[in-house]
């Protein structure tokens, strides 16, 4: 294998070049590397969410939760379809209304998305910086939902009477980043919401956008709906303004 | 109404979109939109329902109203009636066994381009096996030019896509030097932007415009960004060499990517406007996937392949330099997993081959997809072998701004190796005398200095 002179490039990007060569091929070390990766993001696809480590850590903050579960089957199912990741199953609806009361001014759900392993690891520590950021806010329990698309907020915060919901959820996994999570954020939930209508805070974990920026991040658009009574991309604005503070 | 009858079953199909979605290979993206074959048998039957309809049905029977859809009216006014008499007499059956003909070469396919409609491309592409489009495609030769020739038999280009995820200058130029030492970029240099901001747009295609002529590369840059956007840097006194557009098969898909047949011609006559290239004047670089139009939301119940096939009618009319299939970048709700990618891809190289488009595909799959770097080196493999223009070369094979896997530098360079490929010439004449290549071809990198890395300390 021959040793390639350009080291230096390195430091202006994590792509992966200076990579060397067998031949014109990769070398054995960069091959494997990729696979190890890869191997990563498909392990995280396949993970499952800790509803138990999750409640027990809630708990410690003082949130109740209530778990729920979309329409689809098992994973296969939720990647072909992803229409049914965004309904509820008929036990949950069932559940979240008996579980439902007066009217809140915010609801958090905690879903597995593509990758539950980023929501067991980040979410907890995310909601424990932003609650004390949301003092006065009357937040219904958090609702950790399985084998759900980002839309199955909507249902949810519908029957949980919530003025806006947060959806804390696995991002798709890529090769460097494979347990990323992302946010988002909807102003009067109702099943039907299209993306235009949703703010979000993606990269969350420490690799890339850390707990406390993205927190502040969140609160910042929480407090944003609640006052202009929006969300979505006519809140767009704002978000290059805070990207700058 | 069509039918096919095996052992007193018959098997009726109410529409054309009907019969060509039944018949159409299997695929989640066809079952996502409850279109597909509910039976391996109902699939056969609709193929051999199809191998029997006469190819002059398409011009017939339209799977989207004149009236409705601008695409199908580019479709039929544009159709090639005089060189269509050569085929006009075929069914879809008869029209495979003349395209592979030993007598259909070259000459005959080029004449018949424009004879061909999508929907006579898509139908015949559903009764080909994987063999009969490897073999047609590689009787196809589709040459484009700007800087430099591109598509020429026994040639495979990459577009060199050096993305970075916060645009960063340094980090583009980084992957820029890279895979120009791995011998990447004679399709074109590639970024796409992570921001559809115009000024950052400016800046990037002055930088790469700036190494180009400072290393007098043979090759043409690109900020692949919407083409209103373009016209907008165009305006600003920007060097674009290549109008860059994601386009469908349905005036709807275009609308949902917020564009028309009136803004590309904008777009196309403004690029042409500045007369930048020194070859040729094909100016236009349009990426599409199967799917789009279900994801959209626009596809009138028909299958993902022939709607596919349809975009590539709005991508001829503009004379293009290149034409990327990105087929695996959608996900495994409509391209499941590597069978069905790779099929995909090598039905997309065929129909724009046929419909005489520079084709080439970026080999790709997300990582929710069932799929892995085996399945793409099969799919590059075969799309060598059946002559592919281009592919992308993205380090490493792993994108870390859009975040799936491609085709490494590397992998070119496999791929030319194993099956004797070449650079475009002018880009492959520049290599050997900038000492990046030998005369076999062969990657030096012997030196411990190169004039390229000076770029990125300036």
């Given at each position: 294998m021959e040793k390639k002179p350009w080291q230096q490039l390195k430091q202006f990007t994590n792509a992966r070049i200076s990579l060397g060569r067998s031949g014109g091929s990769m070398p054995t070390n960069e091959v494997l590397k990729v696979r190890m990766a890869h191997s990563m993001a498909k392990d995280a696809l396949h993970s499952e969410i800790d509803i138990s480590k999750l409640s027990d850590d809630l708990q410690t903050l003082g949130l109740a939760c209530m778990t729920v579960q979309s329409k689809v089957a098992d994973r296969t199912d939720y990647l072909l379809h992803p229409d049914k990741g965004r309904v509820l199953n008929e036990l949950s609806i069932t559940q979240l209304n008996m579980g439902s009361k007066e009217p809140v001014d915010l609801c958090i759900i905690i879903a597995d998305g593509l990758s539950a392993d980023a929501v067991n690891f980040h979410s907890v520590k995310l909601i424990q910086l932003l609650l004390p950021l949301l003092t006065s806010w009357i937040v219904a329990p958090v609702v950790i939902a399985s084998q759900s698309r980002v839309a199955l907020a909507d249902p949810i915060g519908e029957i949980l009477k919530a003025q806006i919901t947060l959806i804390l959820i696995g991002e798709r996994p890529g090769l460097s980043s494979p347990n990323s999570m992302g946010a988002y954020l909807t102003y009067l939930p109702q099943t039907g919401n299209t993306d235009e209508k949703r703010n979000c805070v993606s990269n969350i974990q420490p690799e890339g956008l850390s707990y406390e920026t993205a927190a502040f991040k969140i609160s910042y658009l929480l407090q944003q709906m609640k006052t202009k009574q929006i969300s979505g991309v006519a809140l767009k604005d704002d978000f290059q303004e805070i990207r700058l503070l | 109404m069509y039918k096919?009858?095996?052992?007193?079953?018959?098997?009726?199909?109410?529409?054309?979109?009907?019969?060509?979605?039944?018949?159409?290979?299997?695929?989640?993206?066809?079952?996502?939109?409850?279109?597909?074959?509910?039976?391996?048998?109902?699939?056969?039957?609709?193929q051999m329902a199809l191998a029997e309809i006469a190819l002059t049905t398409f011009i017939e029977d339209l799977i989207i109203p004149y009236e409705q859809d601008e695409i199908t009216r580019l479709i039929i006014d544009t159709h090639d009636k005089e060189n269509f008499k050569t085929i006009a007499h075929l069914t879809v059956g008869g029209f495979r066994d003349f395209l592979l003909a030993h007598s259909t070469d070259k000459e005959v396919l080029t004449k018949l381009q424009k004879a061909i409609t999508p929907e006579m491309a898509a139908a015949v592409c559903k009764i080909m096996s994987v063999q009969d489009l490897i073999l047609v495609s590689s009787k196809c030769e589709v040459i484009t030019r700007f800087r430099n020739t591109l598509g020429i038999k026994g040639c495979l280009a990459t577009r060199l896509q050096p993305n970075h995820p916060t645009d960063d200058i340094k980090g583009i130029l980084a992957s820029v030097i890279d895979g120009i030492?791995?011998?990447?970029?004679?399709?074109?240099?590639?970024?796409?932007?992570?921001?559809?901001?115009?000024?950052?747009?400016?800046?990037?295609?002055?930088?790469?415009?700036?190494?180009?002529?400072?290393?007098?590369?043979?090759?043409?840059?690109?900020?692949?960004?919407?083409?209103?956007?373009?016209?907008?840097?165009?305006?600003?006194?920007?060097?674009?060499d290549l109008a860059f557009q994601s386009i469908g098969g349905t005036e709807k898909t275009n609308s949902s990517f917020g564009v028309n047949l009136s803004i590309l011609r904008e777009?196309?006559?403004?690029?042409?406007?500045?007369?930048?290239?020194?070859?040729?004047?094909?100016?236009?670089?349009?990426?599409?996937?199967?799917?789009?139009?279900?994801?959209?939301?626009?596809?009138?119940?028909?299958?993902?392949?022939?709607?596919?096939?349809?975009?590539?009618?709005?991508?001829?009319?503009?004379?293009?330099?290149?034409?990327?299939?990105?087929?695996?970048?959608?996900?495994?709700?409509?391209?499941?997993?590597?069978?069905?990618?790779?099929?995909?891809?090598?039905?997309?190289?065929?129909?724009?081959?046929?419909?005489?488009?520079?084709?080439?595909?970026?080999?790709?799959?997300?990582n929710h997809a069932d799929a892995d770097q085996d399945?793409?080196?099969?799919?590059?493999?075969?799309?060598?072998?059946?002559?592919?223009?281009?592919?992308?070369?993205?380090?490493?094979?792993?994108?870390?701004?859009?975040?799936?896997?491609?085709?490494?530098?590397?992998?070119?360079?496999?791929?030319r190796q194993v099956l004797g490929l070449r650079p475009a010439p002018e880009f492959e004449q520049w290599l050997i005398s900038a000492g990046i290549l030998n005369e076999k071809l062969q990657i030096t990198h012997t030196s411990t200095s190169n004039k390229l890395l000076k770029i990125i300390s300036q």
């Open positions: - | 096919h009858t095996i052992q007193n079953k018959v098997y009726v199909f109410n529409t054309l979109a009907e019969l060509l979605a039944k018949a159409s290979p299997l695929r989640s993206g066809d079952q996502l939109a409850g279109i597909a074959a509910k039976s391996y048998q109902e699939r056969i039957a609709a030492l791995f011998g990447s970029g004679d399709a074109v240099i590639g970024i796409n932007p992570a921001t559809d901001n115009i000024a950052t747009q400016i800046q990037l295609l002055k930088v790469l415009d700036e190494v180009r002529t400072r290393y007098q590369i043979p090759t043409q840059t690109c900020v692949l960004s919407h083409i209103t956007n373009t016209i907008m840097a165009i305006e600003q006194g920007a060097p674009v777009g196309h006559e403004a690029t042409l406007s500045l007369s930048r290239g020194t070859l040729g004047n094909n100016v236009m670089y349009f990426e599409t996937g199967q799917g789009s139009s279900l994801s959209a939301n626009a596809h009138h119940h028909i299958d993902q392949q022939t709607l596919e096939a349809r975009a590539y009618a709005v991508a001829r009319a503009f004379n293009p330099l290149l034409v990327n299939t990105v087929v695996g970048f959608i996900g495994p709700e409509y391209l499941y997993n590597g069978k069905q990618i790779i099929r995909a891809g090598l039905e997309d190289h065929f129909c724009g081959k046929l419909m005489g488009l520079p084709m080439g595909c970026d080999v790709c799959y997300t399945d793409m080196d099969m799919l590059l493999t075969l799309l060598g072998t059946a002559g592919c223009n281009f592919i992308m070369g993205v380090p490493g094979a792993d994108d870390i701004m859009l975040n799936y896997q491609s085709t490494s530098f590397h992998d070119a360079l496999y791929v």
